[in-house]
């Protein structure tokens, strides 16, 4: 039931002890304030590894080659270490369950031409499954497939910045350029988030650019894409078995670290930043919870006060015929009030604070900082609870004050 | 109107106690003006108090008005004084929050009385105490008499069977003392019951009937002849 004469007798009390009503509403101001920066704060970092982490990793790994750093089995040190297509074949065939993806690359750059346009552009031959390693966006025409490797087809998939840099507004698909004086038809055009370097790469199949380049067999890396339910540290143990494997199918001592390498380090890296973000998972609870005792505290104290304060007014209220529940509706009340105003004030600052400042925080690694509303608003309710306990115990006992000792409270 | 049986009170102090009121036997009647009088310490306070159900006592008996008051839940105690006392304090004990006519429409608010009929009730005792023209300013913007008749009519507001005065004139000079007597004897013409602690002996004469507390019991009750504030006036 709304009961108005209490709600004004509420009002009164906030509006002519002012002081006290923002003292006690800025310590909740402030708390919800600083648990909603700090929340936010928290995320943004969370955020910023998040992104990272997907950029950089597409649950794949690239094998590369070098020269030998030791001898062994009779071979020199030095020697130049090249995979082939049966690489890639052995590694998959090795680990049938871990890898999803695999493909070999080879890599050269190439002047073409469309008709007066031209450029030097870097050219990758491919295997099908490539579109899945690299995560490239389909945006016309198609990707390599089986049929291209078998026929060593003259096809080419290019970047987006290629068909814009070659073919201006024109549609590139369809057309053919010309490599090395050679006719190559684009069958696709892709996009790619990666950035503008990687939208300027031209895909052809694997076995042409093989017999366009080294005649033979011969693979500039593999590229493995590892299955993505694997944890950081199964993945690490697999490129460590598939290292062994290449090692020992090419005669390369054990130790050696040079003639066969991968593109591990990412998953180190990887690793510290999970750590990263489980200590951060864990932190910010911690900090919400700190920042909301530090509020309720605030508020303990500020009612415990407050009762104090009023304890004299009670007596009069009582000598007057105020019941005990009067008391404490009206003390409960005004805290309420107070608290659900100001906490939702601080929720305001907090999330503009967070909105205004956001975009400079970037260079300190805090990307996007924003909180989940809904925890706020629990959090604010936690503390209007809070406030309202912390109320209550005093109200409660003010309450029960014979009103003869209150009055004697001069 | 009121009857004590063998009262008694003591209050712990320490692993001791101390025995305040030790046995009272008193009989106020509708329309009597009595003065409570005693050394501090002879219990009139406490007296008062458990009169006004401030205060318990631990045995005898007390009747007021017919009722029995004994071992009141604290509702029922809120209810009983709000709608048979009214408290003149020493110390005023208004809010000083609020405005005179809000302090005065305090006790109505607690009966449940509109806003509207609460304010022009609250007005008519302003009135009557001749503070109408003050009736928005607050008790700090009131001199000691003025905010002691604003206290009288609160405690009339409601309309109470008793009216409970503690040392109504302790906090005022000598001539506003005497208005303040003026208007507590104009209330106690129109039929109020009155019952007043002091220990001021020309305060206590204008009263109908002095009781001398001493150490806890009634030493002397006499009814006297009253002395008319208005001349003194």
């Known amino acids: 039931m709304f009961d108005l004469d209490l709600w004004r007798e509420i009002f009164q009390s906030i509006n002519k002890n002012r002081t006290r009503a923002i003292l006690s509403g800025f310590t909740v101001v402030f708390a919800i304030m600083l648990f909603t920066i700090l929340f936010g704060i928290a995320n943004g970092l969370d955020n910023n590894f998040q992104k990272r982490f997907i950029q950089r990793s597409e649950n794949a790994i690239t094998f590369y080659t070098g020269t030998t750093s030791k001898p062994y089995k009779g071979y020199q040190i030095g020697r130049q270490i090249f995979y082939y297509n049966d690489d890639a074949r052995y590694i998959k065939k090795e680990f049938p369950n871990d890898i999803q993806y695999i493909s070999g690359t080879l890599r050269r750059n190439y002047n073409i031409s469309y008709k007066e346009k031209k450029g030097e552009y870097s050219v990758m031959g491919i295997d099908p499954d490539y579109q899945f390693l690299q995560k490239a966006k389909i945006l016309k025409g198609r990707f390599i497939n089986d049929r291209d490797i078998l026929n060593r087809s003259k096809y080419i998939i290019i970047g987006r910045l290629v068909e814009s840099d070659l073919f201006g507004k024109e549609s590139a698909l369809g057309k053919y350029v010309n490599l090395e004086g050679v006719a190559y038809r684009v069958v696709g055009v892709y996009s790619d988030d990666g950035g503008d370097s990687q939208e300027r790469i031209i895909y052809a199949p694997l076995t042409t650019i093989q017999k366009l380049y080294t005649g033979d067999n011969k693979l500039g890396t593999i590229m493995v894409g590892y299955k993505p339910d694997l944890s950081v540290d199964q993945t690490i143990a697999l490129v460590n078995r598939i290292k062994s494997k290449l090692k020992n199918k090419n005669s390369v001592a054990p130790d050696d670290q040079r003639a066969i390498r991968a593109s591990d380090r990412i998953l180190t890296e990887k690793k510290r930043q999970d750590n990263f973000s489980l200590s951060l998972r864990i932190l910010i609870p911690i900090i919400g919870f700190g920042t909301l005792i530090a509020g309720i505290l605030g508020i303990s104290n500020i009612m415990i006060f407050i009762v104090k304060e009023r304890t004299k007014e009670i007596g009069i209220r009582k000598a007057l015929g105020a019941t005990p529940r009067s008391i404490v509706s009206i003390i409960l009340l005004e805290t309420i009030l107070i608290t659900t105003i100001t906490g939702y004030l601080g929720l305001v600052i907090g999330v503009s604070i967070l909105k205004g400042i956001g975009p400079s925080l970037e260079r300190y690694f805090i990307l996007d900082p924003g909180v989940n509303i809904s925890i706020v608003f629990t959090a604010t309710i936690v503390l209007i609870i809070a406030g309202g306990i912390a109320g209550f115990i005093p109200a409660k006992r003010a309450s029960k004050i014979k009103p003869i000792v209150a009055l004697r409270n001069d | ?233």
């Open chain 2, 1 to 233: 109107m009121l009857e004590i049986t063998n009262l008694h009170k003591s209050y712990p102090i320490g692993d001791s106690s101390l025995h305040v009121l030790k046995g009272i036997n008193l009989s106020v009647k509708e329309g009597e003006m009595v003065a409570i009088m005693g050394s501090s310490g002879s219990g009139k306070s406490t007296l008062l108090n458990i009169i006004g159900m401030l205060d318990e006592a631990d045995s005898g008996s007390y009747i007021l008005d017919g009722l029995p008051i004994k071992n009141l839940t604290e509702k029922k105690a809120a209810l009983y004084r709000n709608k048979f006392l009214g408290f003149i304090f020493q110390s005023f004990n208004l809010i000083n929050y609020k405005s005179a006519l809000e302090n005065v429409a305090l006790p109505l608010y607690y009966q449940g009385m509109n806003r509207k009929e609460r304010q022009e009730k609250a007005m008519f005792h302003l009135e009557k105490v001749g503070l109408a023209d003050w009736a928005t300013h607050l008790p700090k913007e009131l001199s000691g008499g003025q905010n002691q008749r604003v206290a009288i009519a609160r405690a009339l507001a409601a309309n109470p069977k008793l009216l409970l005065a503690d040392e109504p004139t302790g906090a005022v000079d000598s001539k506003t003392s005497y208005e303040i007597m003026d208007f507590i004897q104009q209330l106690n013409d129109e039929g109020k019951t009155i019952l007043m602690v002091t220990h001021e002996d020309d305060i206590a004469h204008m009263c109908k009937r002095i009781v001398n507390l001493k150490d806890g019991v009634i030493l002397e009750d006499a009814v006297i002849e009253q002395v008319r504030a208005k001349q003194h006036v």
